[in-house]
């Protein structure tokens, strides 16, 4: 493989992991302070996507769209906190994980009766629809930098508010020892509302943005979602600077994987044998990679010190 | 909601949801379980399915061969397991004359011994395993679709006669993705410059779009159905590779275009019939479920379609007859009806012997995306392990 090649199948690894960042970025904050898994963060992103692609068809514009969908999923995201998950903060996390997976199952059924089964489209907004030659015969759409943008104005912006804020010390006072901060005097339950919206404009935000390149349908939150709890655990549970780095390793490590792991084994093994286990071999590396770095280091990268 | 309200409404919705049930019981007829997936991605080929017959018995008058038709619904959920035990209680407590539908191969494999072995004919609408077509052939399973390998073959075969030298395979690596792969090489014989299997929940194609950039082919042949076509489809526009030929195979087909829509124009797929073909029963079809559904109909409903007038056809043979199981056979297998892909008939392994075409995604003139015939690929072509079947 060229060194052109192996430079552009970075950069898709590198943008690939920024979507996931998006993603991974409200489970994290999620999972982290309030120690609640949400399997429905996926359903979350399914929510973005759809109301994207319907406000889009509506209004005609992806901005005003996008604009829209974003207190859309706010909204969608605090109705669920208040009927549901808030019953489940001081249930162990066995209760929450079936709780949420039964939202799951109720909200991917919901987006089938409003939507119908059959997978939507969302255009790509006029003004990125242009793209840069990479190479001869390949080119680099501009949404897919515009991801790129979003993904690393996300990680800024939280990282600012995260780390420069007074809401931004709550939250990682949370994360370490949430009784501690309600002793305080302060609102935790507030805080957690904030959070959990936070969180699922989030996901809504990168459902959003994956529209265009991705399939809008009924089981799109639930790929994704296993990638992203991947990143969280890799990057420590509740570090949004883990979740970044282990999104991008991630982007990287599936990518060149997918990219190189059949040339790797044709050194071995014959071309057509050394495809297939190639192929199986790439689809594992994201796991066992994060095997490795649990055994390394079981917090993640990245951890919170939790008491 | 108090407590009292709540379950007022669930039992009031119980007793509605049962009473449409009840009047089925009672009348008189023929009775047909119809296996559709409706939960899950891959619902809406279910929907397609679901839809084609129910627009055949429309057409019919709600009567098969003039026995008034009741419909069990059976919704596999894609779960071997499920789809056994829901076609169980409708053979068993309905007792459903035929069983009709079932969109994967996975499910009719599951499925076909229970059926079967309790002397009910089951017609396969889609799912067309190549394990039935052979040695395996069972004189109680008639297929209105195809063989699965046929329709990559097809490919194989097109991409042949327009003379490309250098195809590049893109497939997802499971069972059906290397049947795709030597389905299209059985007739291909030039060279495949590379082969790609890529997981069944991939997201991102521009890996695999590198390379592809990078191996310059005369023309990738492609198998990836469902949400995995429509990532690809709009990833390939994206990144200008659509001036090398989009060769596929359940790819870019009614179910996936009003997701693709304009990334999908002008991309191949092969296929035993298209929406546009020119023949009466075809038109009436296409004209009448368009206006009844609001969506162009698959192959997924026009294979359903078919069966429904295969089945009309022969309890009008029989006379009504359903109990003489012989006769019921023979009149199925002489398939006397009007298809919407025009000739029809069955082989030896009542699998179909027919025509298969190249077809392109076109954009009709009211605005919506739909695969057109370009020409006839094979005529009359027999799946090749029909041979093998003694019946």
Redesign the interface.
């Known amino acids: 493989m060229?060194t052109q090649?192996l430079l552009?199948?970075s950069l898709?690894?590198l943008?690939?992991g920024v979507?996931l960042f998006l993603v991974a970025a409200g489970l994290t904050l999620v999972f982290g302070v309030m120690d609640f898994i949400n399997l429905a963060h996926g359903v979350q992103y399914m929510l973005g996507a759809y109301l994207g692609a319907s406000l889009a068809a509506a209004t005609g514009s992806f901005w005003l769209a996008l604009v829209l969908a974003l207190p859309a999923t706010l909204l969608a995201g605090l109705a669920l906190e208040w009927l549901v998950f808030r019953h489940l903060y001081g249930r162990d996390h066995l209760a929450q994980v079936l709780a949420t997976f039964g939202v799951i199952l109720s909200l991917n059924?919901l987006v089938?009766m409003v939507w119908?089964?059959?997978?939507?489209?969302m255009p790509?907004p006029a003004l990125l629809e242009g793209?840069i030659?990479?190479?001869?015969?390949?080119?680099?759409?501009l949404?897919?930098a515009a991801i790129l943008v979003a993904g690393l104005a996300t990680a800024g912006l939280l990282w600012l508010v995260v780390e420069r804020t007074r809401l931004g010390a709550l939250v990682r006072a949370g994360a370490t020892n949430a009784p501690m901060v309600a002793a305080l005097g302060v609102d935790i339950h507030r805080l957690f509302m904030l959070v959990f919206g936070c969180g699922a404009m989030l996901a809504g935000f990168a459902g959003v943005m994956a529209a265009?390149?991705?399939?809008?349908?009924?089981?799109?939150g639930d790929?994704?979602l296993?990638l992203a709890f991947v990143v969280i655990v890799i990057g420590g549970i509740g570090s949004v600077r883990g979740a970044f780095i282990a999104a991008l390793l991630v982007g990287l490590i599936e990518?060149?994987g997918?990219?190189l792991m059949?040339d790797v084994m044709r050194l071995v093994l014959a071309p057509?044998p050394a495809?297939?286990t190639g192929?199986?071999l790439?689809?594992m590396l994201v796991y066992v990679a994060m095997a490795g770095i649990l055994a390394w280091r079981p917090r993640g990268l990245f951890p919170v010190r939790a008491g | 909601m108090t407590k009292f309200g709540r379950r007022g409404v669930l039992a009031g919705s119980a007793g509605a949801l049962a009473m449409p049930w009840v009047a089925n019981a009672q009348a008189p007829g023929v009775k047909i379980g119809l296996v559709a997936v409706?939960?899950?991605?891959a619902?809406?080929l279910?929907?397609h399915l679901k839809d084609g017959f129910m627009q055949g018995l429309k057409h019919l008058d709600g009567k098969l061969g003039g026995l008034t038709a009741s419909v069990v619904d059976i919704d596999d959920e894609l779960r071997p397991e499920v789809a056994v035990t829901k076609v169980r209680t409708a053979l068993e407590r309905d007792k459903v004359d035929f069983v009709v539908g079932v969109v994967f191969s996975n499910i009719l494999q599951a499925i076909i011994r229970p059926v079967t072995e309790s002397g009910t004919i089951l017609v396969s609408t889609n799912a067309g395993p190549s394990t039935f077509a052979g040695a395996g052939c069972n004189p109680n399973l008639f297929v209105t679709s195809y063989s699965n390998d046929q329709v990559h073959s097809v490919m194989g075969a097109a991409a042949e006669t327009n003379g490309y030298k250098k195809v590049f395979i893109l497939v997802p690596?499971y069972q059906a993705g290397?049947d795709a792969v030597a389905g299209f090489k059985s007739r291909f014989k030039g060279e495949v410059v590379d082969?790609?299997?890529?997981?069944l929940?991939q997201?991102?194609f521009?890996?695999?779009?590198?390379?592809i950039?990078?191996a310059?082919p005369d023309a990738i042949f492609t198998f990836m159905p469902?949400?995995?076509g429509?990532?690809l489809v709009?990833?390939y526009r994206?990144?200008?590779?659509a001036h090398i030929p989009f060769l596929s195979t359940f790819t870019v087909d009614e179910?996936?275009l009003?997701?693709?829509?304009d990334a999908a124009l002008g991309f191949f797929s092969a296929c035993p019939w298209a929406p546009n073909m020119d023949n009466a029963a075809n038109q009436k079809f296409v004209k009448d479920f368009e206006a009844a559904h609001n969506?162009v109909p698959g192959s997924y409903a026009a294979q359903s379609y078919d069966a429904a007038m295969l089945l009309d056809s022969a309890i009008k043979k029989t006379g009504g007859n359903l109990a003489n199981k012989d006769a019921l056979r023979a009149a199925i297998k002489a398939a006397d009806f009007h298809s919407v892909r025009g000739p029809f008939k069955f082989g030896t392994n009542h699998y179909p012997v027919q025509d298969f075409w190249l077809c392109k995604v076109v954009k009709r003139a009211d605005g919506k995306y739909a695969t057109e015939t370009v020409r006839k690929v094979l005529e009359n072509d027999t799946d090749p392990y029909a041979a093998q079947c003694k019946m």
Do not use: H, W
Request: overall charge positive; hydrophobic content about 35%.
């Open positions: 060229s090649l552009i199948q898709n690894g943008q690939f979507l059924q089938r119908g089964s059959a997978p939507l489209q790509t793209s030659p990479l190479m001869p015969g390949l080119n680099y759409p949404y897919r265009p390149i991705l399939s809008v349908d009924p089981g799109m790929t994704v296993i990518t060149l997918r990219s059949p057509s495809r297939q192929a199986a790439a689809s | 409706q939960t899950g991605p619902a809406a279910g929907t690596n290397k082969e790609v299997y890529v997981p929940n997201l991102d521009s890996a695999e779009l590198a390379k950039a990078a310059k469902g949400g995995l429509v990532n709009k990833q994206a990144a200008g590779l179910s996936t009003p997701a693709q829509q969506y």
